[in-house]
Antibody, heavy 119, light 110 residues
Framework: QVRLVQSGAEVKKPGASVMLSCKASGYIFTSCYLHWVRQAPGQGLEWMGM????????SYAQKFQGRVALTRDTSTSTVSMELRSLTSDDTAVYYCARDCTNLKWFDLWGQGTLVTVSS | QSVLTQPPSVSAAPGQKVTISCSGS????????VSWYQQPPGTAPRLLIFENNRRPSGIPDRFSGSKSGTSVTLGITGLQTGDEADYYCGTWDSSLSAVVFGGGTKLTVL
């Protein structure tokens, strides 16, 4: 079954970091880029960045430069996203999404992970 | 403020047709492919249209996409109550070097 399965919900305090994971199955992991998109409560979609599973090269939205890091483990077909220096504005559902053409459209999404930042 | 502009909401009766617009600029829609996503409440987005007007397998032909200059339009015919959802357009912005989305349009089927 082709799917992306994300790690569970997280609750963090302001200033902390969070690491989320996205495990791919049912397709060749290295054949598709993986992106991260977040959605704050009641808000729209916001792109954070992408990773090429082949060499691990990354590209990040300017807004998150220096605060986000994407890594991949080809042995487990998993991409991880670390977001540092969390604030309440980072409270959101975080999605990973697959892009198999590098044309920046996403045909497969994870189920989403809720991150709550609260003191 | 979103880089791509969508109407906040649209509505129509069951069986009718609705269109959702998405406008951008020469650095995004004007030079790159656009995709559309459907997001019912509490669920992950689902790809509806890619490369401006192509439908993934499993998406009915009631859904269509078109592009003209720096704007795109999503059309939905034969509206069903199950079509109620938020709809987002997205594309690459060559100036920002980022994927950008519209603010989303809430479709209500009256």
């Amino acid at each position: 079954q082709v799917r992306l399965v994300q790690s569970g919900a997280e609750v963090k305090k302001p200033g902390a970091s969070v690491m989320l994971s996205c495990k791919a199955s049912g397709y060749i992991f290295t054949s598709c880029y993986l992106h991260w998109v977040r959605q704050a409560p009641g808000q729209g979609l916001e792109w954070m960045g992408m990773i090429n599973p082949v060499g691990g090269s990354t590209s990040y939205a300017q807004k998150f430069q220096g605060r986000v890091a994407l890594t991949r483990d080809t042995s487990t077909s998993t991409v991880s996203m670390e977001l540092r220096s969390l604030t309440s504005d980072d409270t959101a559902v975080y999605y990973c999404a697959r892009d198999c053409t590098n044309l920046k459209w996403f045909d497969l999404w994870g189920q989403g992970t809720l991150v709550t930042v609260s003191s | 403020q979103s880089v791509l502009t969508q109407p906040p909401s649209v509505s129509a009766a069951p069986g009718q047709k609705v269109t959702i617009s998405c406008s951008g600029s020469s650095s995004n829609i004007g030079r790159n492919y656009v995709s559309w996503y459907q997001q019912p409440p509490g669920t992950a987005p689902r790809l509806l249209i890619f490369e401006n007007n192509r439908r993934p397998s499993g998406i009915p032909d009631r859904f269509s996409g078109s592009k003209s200059g720096t704007s795109v339009t999503l059309g939905i015919t034969g509206l069903q109550t199950g079509d109620e959802a938020d709809y987002y357009c997205g594309t690459w912005d060559s100036s920002l070097s980022a994927v950008v989305f519209g603010g989303g349009t809430k479709l209500t089927v009256l």
